[in-house]
């Protein structure tokens, strides 16, 4: 089991920066590609970014962050960071992070494991 806690949330302004953290227990993150989601109001849930790094460390992202978002891991923490620059109010939404050993599984956002999410506004 992989317990996940998102936090790292809150309101910004337009053009402003977050970083999101996705704190794993249970289990280490190493054998694991972990991804970032996102549901604004009225929308599907959405592909944000995902990172894995079994055989090396591999990175992809939504083409809407793509320059402005970045992942990263801190093994020591066991944490997954999304770092978000040059926030838009189109990126309003709650995010969330997934888990599982399976890169393919997460990125079609049906991984095994789901953090309850946490908010994030941009006011324009």
């Known amino acids: 089991q992989v317990q996940l806690v998102e936090s790292g949330g809150g309101l910004v302004q337009a053009g402003g920066s977050l970083r999101l953290s996705c704190a794993g227990s249970g289990r280490t993150f190493s054998n694991y590609a972990v991804g970032w989601f996102r549901q604004a109001p009225g929308k599907k849930r959405e592909f944000v970014s995902i990172i894995t790094w079994t055989g090396g460390i591999s990175t992809d992202y939504a083409d809407s962050v793509k320059g402005r978002f970045t992942i990263s891991r801190d093994d020591a923490k066991n944490t997954v960071y999304l770092q978000m620059n040059s926030l838009k109010p189109e990126d309003t939404a709650v995010y969330y992070c997934?888990?599982?050993?399976?890169?393919?599984?997460?990125?079609?956002?049906?991984?095994?494991?789901w953090g309850k999410g946490t908010l994030v506004t941009v006011s324009s």
């Open positions: 997934a888990a599982d050993m399976n890169f393919g599984t997460v990125l079609l956002g049906h991984g095994d494991y």
